[in-house]
Structures are given as structure tokens and as C-alpha cells.
């Protein structure tokens, strides 16, 4: 069986973005891989080194800078590394549809997919990738078995967590109590230049990828304005009950 | 056409996010059907029904629906798409499981998470972790919104009851099967909809010291929540968490122990309407934010609180 995971480039997770000339200004910012598909890629190569997954395949859609994402990945184990090419805004349900079209040529049987990217914090993709293949999906995942022809996951949801068996081929997204990525030594860095990476582009795949929603505007909420200290426990209880607060 | 709301519950009760995300799907202009599908609901459909600005209640009672797996969930919602113009899901784990799926066989984008609807076709959400507020405008066809439910009212009770259309269950997947699940010990009220959240950090050192902070909770009736770094370090169970990739709340008090404020646990918490933030850092960002703050350490300072409140009635 082939894992697939997709990667995705985002803004840093300790960069705090600004607005700028009515944009989110991007420029000269750290740029890594969103954290949670770095656990997909995590997991993604335990099942590899457990003989449950025989290669790990990542892809990346965006700009050629996700090349050194796609490096990233490959460095942690993944195997190789294929980059779909575009420029601009492009939105969860078209990243969906290119995914699919590499999911019809590579054939996975799981796709390992982050629950969410932390810059647009959609969360549509992997279920969307499900939806167009027909698959099962989990979101969520805290665990995951895999046996032959399914799998066994457990999911974090708002009331506790919650325990799936999924027909194999599934989407399942990862949540962070799945694993810890490891560090990534400077020889498998190394390596990793070595590892092949596919370039396509969304033109080749046939998919349009034209954005459907209009962003309007784009500002930073308002600041909450900074409070006072209180000096005892007893102060602090005095001050919230004269506030009506309690 | 109609709004289509995904009701949110657990075969008994109704969830306050769909109560919520009913007034969402006011502002969209049409009229309103809650979908409750489920096993053995007919209460929840009762309590929907009940809720002011809802015309009818979709009941569909089907053991296919006992729980909420996304896969059939999504593909009944696709069955009704003919009765619907917009469907709006809350942005629970269950939500925002079964939209996408929703949104991609219609061929038709998501808006994730709203927080305001400015015109039917138009709303806000948080990007970046709420670092940005982005206003969006869906093109001309179906809407599939998840609804931010801190960010609503809550629809309040009809005078009259609104009818009740039993549906028959859709097509069955056959994709996954339910096995078990394991709900939160948590005692008191539910996070999200707490007037008061006392909510923990890795800067209480123990899970005891957790245990106390879950007992100061209990004398002010309030819900227990956790930064994620808490969680991670096994103090709190995954459905305390609080930030960008857990729960947000909105309480009317928010009392953080230990919780430095990285700017994905802030984003869950600001708009709660007084925060009181306790730390031995004063340099943590928490007090930023903070209306109160007081610097000091927690293992002396939780025992003080716990007495405090005894001393003042809070049982």
C-alpha cells in the first residue's frame, strides 16, 4: 500500500501576520509546513518502518518554493516528492480536485492530510479529497491502526474522542495528539537532495483552478485593550464582583 | 428555497450551536428547515421545532444515523439539495466534517467558520489563527457554511411550534462504521456555552494542580478548558482545549491559570467579555489581553482562590 500525503506551505506558526496596503502582507516572513501535515508526513513514515505502508509520497500545490516543503518531507522519510505548480490564491476545493487527479495516477491507499492548514483554517480539504474519490474519511485522528483492507482510527471530537473502522482507500486528518515529528538529522537532509521530485501543473492535471470567492477585504480585528493588575487574590474577587462579573 | 441548518445533538439533547446557527441562517433571508437526523431523536426535533424562526423541522429517524458518521450524514444532506439554497452546519467536529464533503460533490467552494453575515452572499471569518478578519463574497449558486456559534445568538423559544416532516433515510455509504467512543468526564456546564470558563496551562505543573483548578471551577459553576500545551502534557482530556484548532468560546468571565497566551489559545478567547488572567510571569503575553491580571505562583495561589471562594459562599 502507498501513502499519500499532501503538504502544505504556510506562514510560520510564531509569525504573527499584519495587513498591509489592504493585504496580508507576506513578504520576507518565515515560511514552514503547516504543522499538522507535518504530522500526516510523521505518520505517514512510522506506518513505512511498522511494513504497513510500502512507499510515502508527497505532494505540494502552490508555488515552486514548496519545493524545500516537499524537502522537508522527504528528509523526515517520505519517499518522494511531487510538486503541483501554480501561482496565486487557489482555494481547498480546487487544491481537492488536483489532489484527486494525483490520487487517480498514484492510486494510495491512504491519504494522510492535516486537519487543517493554520493560515486559512479551512479545514475542507481532506473530506473534500474524500468526497470527490468516494471514500471513507476520518478527521481528527488521535490514532490509527492499519489491517489489510481498513482501518481503525480514533478521532478527538468536542464531546471525547470517538473510535471509526474505514474501508481502505480513506482520507484520514491528523490532529496533534497523533504523534510527535521527529528532528531531522543533517544526513537524511542530505538525502533527501537526492530523493526525486515530479513537477506538474494544474493545466496538465485538467482542472480549473480560478478561485470562486471574492475576498473583499482583509483587516486585523480590534486589539483588546490591556487591563490592570491586581495585587491579591482577594483584590482580584473584590474587583470582579463590584464589576458584576461574578 | 430554503436555509438548510445541520442540527447539532446526541439523540436526546439539542446542542446551543444549533441554536445558534439558526440565527445565522435567518440573516441569509429564506426561510429556515432543521435537518435533525438521527436515532431515536424525536425530542431533539421537538426542541427544534420549538425554536423561534425555524419553519419546519427535516425529522429523519434511522438507526444509519445513530451516529454521526460523515459519510451518509453528507450524502442525506445531497439528497435534499433540490429543497435547499444554502446549508449551514455548526462548526463542531462533526460539522466540519460533513460540509466539505457536501460542498465538493455540489462543486461548490465552503465558507468555513463564519462570524457575521453581512449580506446573503456575504460574510466574514477568521484567518491566521483571528489575526485577520476576512470578508468574503460566495458566488451566485449553493452556500455550505460552517457557523462560528460563539459568534451568534441563539435563536430563543417560538410562541408556536413549528411542524415536524418525517424523511425517509438516504443511501447508506457503506464506507465506515461506528466503534465506540469515549465521552468527557468532564462534570459541569459544557465549554462553549459557559457563562464562566476557568481554564488551565502547562504552567499548573501537575495534573493535581489541574484537579484543584477543576474544583475552584465547580464552586463557580463554570466549565473547565485547557491551552493546548496542557493537553499535550496530559493534564486535561482533548475536548478542554481552547485556540485555533480546539474549541472557542465567548464566556461572560474567563479565568486563565497558567496559560501564557500563545496567539493560537488568544484567538479562542477574545471575545469573552471579562478575562482574568493569573501567571507568575508578568511578561506573559495573557496579560495583554487581560482586564485583570495578577502575578503569582500558581501552586500558592490555587489554594488561596479555593479558600477565597469558600469564604465568600461559593459551594
Known sequence: MNVMVPVKRVVDYNVRVRIKAAAVDLANIKMSMNPFDEIAVEEAVRLKEKGKADEVVVVSVGPRDCIETLRTALAMGADRGILVACDGAIEPLAVAKLLKAVCDTEKPGLVLAGKQAIDDDCGQTGPMLAALNGWAQATRARSLEIDGTSARIERETDRGTESLTLRLPAVVTTDLRLNEPRYISLPNKMKARQKPIAETTAAELGVDITPRLTVLDVAEPAPRAAGIKVKSVGELFDRLHAAGAL | MTSLVVAEHDNRILADATAR???AARALGQPVEVLVAGHGCQAVADAAAGLDGVDTVLLCDDPLYAHPLAEPFAALILSLAERWDAVLAPATSHGKAVLPRVA???????????TKVLAPDTFERPVYAGSVMATVKAP????????????????GAAPAPAPILSLPAGPDPGLSAFAGETLSQAAGPELTSSKVVVAGGRGLGTADNFQLLAHIAGRLNAAVGASRAAVDAGFAANDCQIGQTGKVVAPELYIALGISGALQHLCGIKDAKTIVAINKDDEAPIFQVADLGLVADLFQVLPEIDAELARRGYN
Do not use: C, H, M, N
Not at chain 2, 104 to 114: F, G, T
Open chain 2, 104 to 114: 465538493a460533490l455540489l462543486d461548490v467552494p465552503q465558507i468555513s467558520e463564519i
Open chain 2, 140 to 155: 451566485a449558486g449553493k452556500l455550505a457554511i460552517t457557523v462560528r456559534p460563539t459568534a451568534f445568538a441563539a435563536a
Open chain 2, 21 to 23: 446557527t439558526i440565527t
